[in-house]
């Protein structure tokens, strides 16, 4: 199984509202990447776990919340989001956190932000 | 932090015919990966084909080749014979330990 899924693929949220987006992977790969993207532009990092550890928070704002349940799975909690967050927003996966191997990743989740 | 520069924006292609996409990246390391990823307009990032930068042998995978110059920190794809299904965005992509950094995008559009 070379797969990364994600759920849901379209969320559409108003700005008091509390979702979650969910990502999952069973290729036994020990690292985890949440993305943020635009359309037309490419991925910006948000977050990176390594070992089910939080190794990487590119600054992002408190109202996106990552969590790492397990080793196969990823969350990110959304609270109190800007019109501004609505992007694709993308999860990856790779061998582990400290070699380099490709990322595979999943095919998105669609947030609307209203 | 990594720069990777993608110079063309947008390129199309003639079906079968061959096309060169660019890419260019600043580090100060000797050890990492380059790749390309390809981003149908259905969204989901795919890898066409990664190079490590020990091995001086440009990577191929079928119709896809790289022309890597290290010392030149250049990193370009180039496509052979030209399939409507090449049609996508394509990032260059810089990776080491656990970061990438993906370049800004050239679309290509493939004219039948």
């Known amino acids: 199984d070379t797969e990364v899924t994600q759920t849901p693929k379209h969320l559409v949220m108003g700005m008091t509202n509390k979702k979650s987006l969910k990502c999952e992977q069973h290729?036994?790969?020990?690292?985890m990447y949440w993305y943020k993207q635009k359309a037309k532009k490419p991925p910006e990092l948000m977050f990176v776990?390594?070992?089910?550890?939080?190794?990487i928070n590119e600054s992002v704002p408190s109202r996106f919340s990552p969590e790492c349940p397990n080793s196969s799975l990823l969350n990110l909690h959304l609270h109190a989001l800007q019109p501004e967050d609505s992007a694709l927003y993308l999860c990856?996966?790779?061998?582990?956190?400290?070699?380099?191997?490709?990322?595979?990743f999943g095919p998105g989740t669609r947030l609307t932000v209203l | 932090a990594q720069t990777v520069t993608q110079s063309q924006p947008e390129m199309s292609v003639q079906e079968a015919e061959t096309v060169t996409l660019s890419c260019t990246y600043d580090t100060s390391e000797s050890d990492y990966y380059l790749f390309w990823y390809k981003q149908p307009p259905s969204r989901q990032m795919i890898l066409v084909i990664r190079?490590?930068?020990?091995?001086?042998q440009n990577a191929t995978e079928n119709r896809f080749s790289v022309n890597f110059q290290k010392a030149a920190k250049s990193f370009s794809l180039k496509i052979s014979d030209s399939q409507l299904g090449d049609a996508a965005m394509y990032f260059c992509a810089y990776g080491r330990g656990n970061q990438f950094y993906f370049g800004t995008g050239t679309s290509l559009t493939v004219i039948p």
């Open positions: 190079q490590e930068a020990y091995k001086q």
């Open positions: 776990y390594s070992y089910e550890k939080l190794s």
């Open positions: 990856a996966s790779s061998q582990d956190g400290t070699s380099v191997t490709e990322q595979f």
């Open positions: 290729m036994g790969h020990r690292a």
